[in-house]
């Protein structure tokens, strides 16, 4: 016995349906590939701030006791990777709402939030929050980037991720933060491109900004310029060392630095780590990124730093100047306090960079110093770094608080 034929408007719906659900899952399918019309792409803005969310904590930050971290996501963006965080770390594990000192800490290119280091001696955040200070850190869009993902996968979208883009992300951080902790502003400190992060924000909400801390970083120094078609995407693996075998050497540090180097003409993997970051030519080619050879840095701490970074970052903000006209001269009336380190291996002029930047708020209460014989990281986690640039950050942030 054979079944009835549906009928002529049957088939028809059926059809239609089918036809639906094939879109609906093509549609599903490019927005978690990260394609979306150019139309839809939006960012959040300060009237319409992501929302961020609870995503966990608290965890216990096991290089320092009684210190933890809390999670918070949010989705500013209409693709799969549109994401950003925020990391509180701070005494726990039940958190004060209100502390005397909140510091917002913005990472560098391809870094970002996560506690990669839970030795107070050679992390900023942790060493900060161990003593009182109520510390945040970001993740960028780029963090929710999969390392797997290819780089024409990723394009369509990190072409939209601007300087302003990015920006508008801080802002929304800065507003959830200041919610959350009852305050009316807070201090701003960033590594690297977070420090231009760190006076751009100043520069657009200078009453929420109440000290800025910039570690070895500057205002760009370049106007807005053409960005190529074919540099959309910035891949941190490079043409001899991929980011395959980057990960690899990082991660024969952890597991034993003394064992067999990933490069024959090395003898340990230790050594293969210590030539790699201080030959760095994107750095200088001296020491410029780190300076293990002069014990300014331990390739250990380097490595478990080093396989947290992100694969990707946008290009696109390498061609821009988010710094107009108004945006400077409101950044100098803004009169913020600035607390300045840098190092001195990457060129020459770098350190008046950093200093130059410093006084672009106008302030007269401006704290600089610079490293001798210094690379880039060693401000970040050297083997000095506790004493020259945490514990004076510190002193420096108990005298400005409120």
């Given at each position: 016995m054979t079944s009835p034929s549906p009928s002529p408007s049957a088939s028809l719906r059926l059809r239609t349906t089918a036809i639906a659900a094939r879109i609906a899952f093509a549609l599903i399918v490019m927005l978690a590939a990260g394609f979306a019309p150019c139309a839809a792409y939006s960012a959040a803005t300060p009237g319409n701030p992501a929302k961020f969310e609870f995503a966990g904590g608290p965890r216990a930050i096991e290089g320092a006791p009684g210190v933890y971290e809390w999670r918070y996501l949010a989705k500013p963006g209409?693709?799969?990777?549109?994401?950003?965080?925020?990391?509180?770390?701070?005494?726990?594990?039940?958190?004060?709402?209100?502390?005397?000192?909140?510091?917002?800490?913005?990472?560098?290119?391809?870094?970002?939030?996560?506690?990669?280091?839970?030795?107070?001696?050679?992390?900023?955040?942790?060493?900060?929050?161990?003593?009182?200070?109520?510390?945040?850190?970001m993740d960028y869009r780029t963090h929710f980037v999969p390392s797997g993902v290819p780089e024409k996968t990723i394009a369509p979208v990190m072409k939209h991720w601007t300087n302003e883009l990015f920006a508008d992300d801080i802002?929304?951080?800065v507003e959830f933060i200041l919610t959350q902790t009852k305050s009316e502003e807070l201090f701003?400190?960033?590594?690297?491109?977070?420090?231009?992060?760190?006076?751009?924000?100043?520069?657009?909400?200078?009453?929420?900004v109440r000290g800025i801390v910039a570690l070895d970083g500057f205002l760009p120094r370049h106007p807005t310029t053409h960005q190529p078609s074919d540099r959309i995407v910035d891949d941190i693996g490079g043409a001899h060392l991929t980011y395959e075998k980057r990960r690899m050497l990082?991660?024969?540090?952890?597991?034993?630095?003394?064992?067999?180097?990933?490069?024959?003409?090395?003898?340990?993997?230790?050594?293969?780590?210590?030539?790699?970051?201080?030959?760095?030519k994107d750095f200088g080619g001296k020491g410029g990124l780190a300076n293990p050879v002069d014990g300014h840095s331990d390739p250990v701490v380097l490595a478990r730093l080093l396989i947290g970074y992100d694969r990707y970052w946008p290009a696109v903000q390498d061609y821009e100047n988010p710094f107009t006209p108004?945006?400077?001269?409101?950044?100098?009336?803004?009169?913020?306090?600035?607390?300045?380190?840098?190092?001195?291996?990457?060129?020459?002029?770098?350190?008046?960079?950093?200093?130059e930047s410093a006084l672009s708020t106008g302030s007269k209460d401006l704290t600089f110093t610079k490293f001798p014989g210094w690379g880039h990281l060693d401000v970040l986690c050297g083997t000095a770094a506790e004493a020259e640039v945490f514990a004076k950050t510190l002193g420096w942030l108990r005298r400005h608080a409120k």
């Amino acid at each position: 016995m054979t079944s009835p034929s549906p009928s002529p408007s049957a088939s028809l719906r059926l059809r239609t349906t089918a036809i639906a659900a094939r879109i609906a899952f093509a549609l599903i399918v490019m927005l978690a590939a990260g394609f979306a019309p150019c139309a839809a792409y939006s960012a959040a803005t300060p009237g319409n701030p992501a929302k961020f969310e609870f995503a966990g904590g608290p965890r216990a930050i096991e290089g320092a006791p009684g210190v933890y971290e809390w999670r918070y996501l949010a989705k500013p963006g209409p693709t799969f990777y549109d994401k950003i965080a925020l990391h509180r770390v701070a005494l726990g594990p039940l958190v004060e709402q209100h502390r005397a000192i909140t510091v917002l800490y913005l990472p560098g290119t391809n870094m970002n939030g996560e506690i990669a280091l839970e030795n107070p001696r050679y992390s900023f955040p942790v060493y900060l929050a161990a003593h009182g200070v109520d510390v945040w850190t970001m993740d960028y869009r780029t963090h929710f980037v999969p390392s797997g993902v290819p780089e024409k996968t990723i394009a369509p979208v990190m072409k939209h991720w601007t300087n302003e883009l990015f920006a508008d992300d801080i802002e929304s951080a800065v507003e959830f933060i200041l919610t959350q902790t009852k305050s009316e502003e807070l201090f701003i400190a960033g590594f690297s491109r977070g420090v231009e992060f760190a006076y751009l924000v100043a520069a657009i909400h200078p009453a929420q900004v109440r000290g800025i801390v910039a570690l070895d970083g500057f205002l760009p120094r370049h106007p807005t310029t053409h960005q190529p078609s074919d540099r959309i995407v910035d891949d941190i693996g490079g043409a001899h060392l991929t980011y395959e075998k980057r990960r690899m050497l990082m991660q024969f540090v952890i597991d034993n630095p003394d064992g067999p180097a990933p490069i024959p003409k090395y003898k340990t993997a230790r050594e293969n780590l210590v030539h790699v970051v201080y030959d760095a030519k994107d750095f200088g080619g001296k020491g410029g990124l780190a300076n293990p050879v002069d014990g300014h840095s331990d390739p250990v701490v380097l490595a478990r730093l080093l396989i947290g970074y992100d694969r990707y970052w946008p290009a696109v903000q390498d061609y821009e100047n988010p710094f107009t006209p108004p945006r400077l001269q409101a950044l100098k009336a803004s009169k913020i306090p600035v607390i300045a380190f840098s190092s001195t291996n990457i060129a020459t002029d770098w350190p008046a960079w950093v200093y130059e930047s410093a006084l672009s708020t106008g302030s007269k209460d401006l704290t600089f110093t610079k490293f001798p014989g210094w690379g880039h990281l060693d401000v970040l986690c050297g083997t000095a770094a506790e004493a020259e640039v945490f514990a004076k950050t510190l002193g420096w942030l108990r005298r400005h608080a409120k």
